[in-house]
């Protein structure tokens, strides 16, 4: 026999003299119904190419052009979830702090932000409406946003409660800006480098 197992069965085999201690355990965690797969086109990746710093505004943000992707989610059955997102760049969201950074320059300046909205969802071929809460789950309404402070779900139309689906597709849209140029240092080529994953959580 291994030594860990003879040390557990002498402790076991102790007089009852020795005083014991206690620890507990615990384990957690739940069965659902059926999982779900999130999948973007184009392997989730938005390139705004290059840009020179005569294409940003020097006194005042330039908005970048919208970007699209498509976002497919394949459940095995009918099931209740929601979508929310890590910011990978956390702490660089230049322009509204619900947003997602873009990165910084080598001067750590704040590049921008980018902000992911969804539209015209599709449920299990009927149209639903895009709803989000920001208290946890506890209460809903109508919005487009996707992003890390609050969690997006879909509902029937004419409905705020989240509903059980089992396929969906939508619209995810991209809208990045860029900070004015004369707050940027911008002598050597600077990487737009916004990144975020996409989670999926079960209700």
Request: proline share 5%; aromatic share 6%; charged share 15%.
């Amino acid at each position: 026999m291994d030594r860990v197992t003879l040390a557990f069965l002498l402790a076991a085999c102790a007089p009852g003299a020795f005083a014991a201690s206690t620890a507990d355990l615990s384990v957690s965690g739940a069965i659902v119904p059926s999982s779900c797969t999130p999948t973007l086109t184009n392997d989730g990746l938005i390139d705004h190419g290059k840009m020179t710093a005569k294409d940003l505004q020097a006194t005042r943000p330039t908005l970048l052009a919208p970007a699209e992707l498509r976002l497919e989610v394949h459940c095995d059955g009918e099931t209740f979830f929601t979508l929310t997102t890590i910011d990978n760049r956390a702490g660089t969201s230049a322009i509204n702090w619900r947003d997602h950074g873009l990165g910084l320059t080598p001067n750590d300046e704040k590049l921008g932000s980018v902000t992911f909205t969804l539209f015209d969802p599709v449920a299990d071929e009927n149209a639903v409406n895009v709803i989000v809460s920001r208290n946890g789950g506890s209460s809903w309404s109508a919005s487009n946003y996707l992003g890390h402070e609050g969690l997006t779900s879909f509902a029937a139309i004419g409905s705020n409660t989240p509903m059980a689906l089992k396929d969906l597709n939508a619209r995810l849209r991209a809208f990045s800006i860029i900070v004015p140029a004369n707050a940027l240092t911008l002598i050597d080529e600077v990487p737009v480098d916004g990144q975020a994953t996409l989670q999926l959580k079960y209700l």
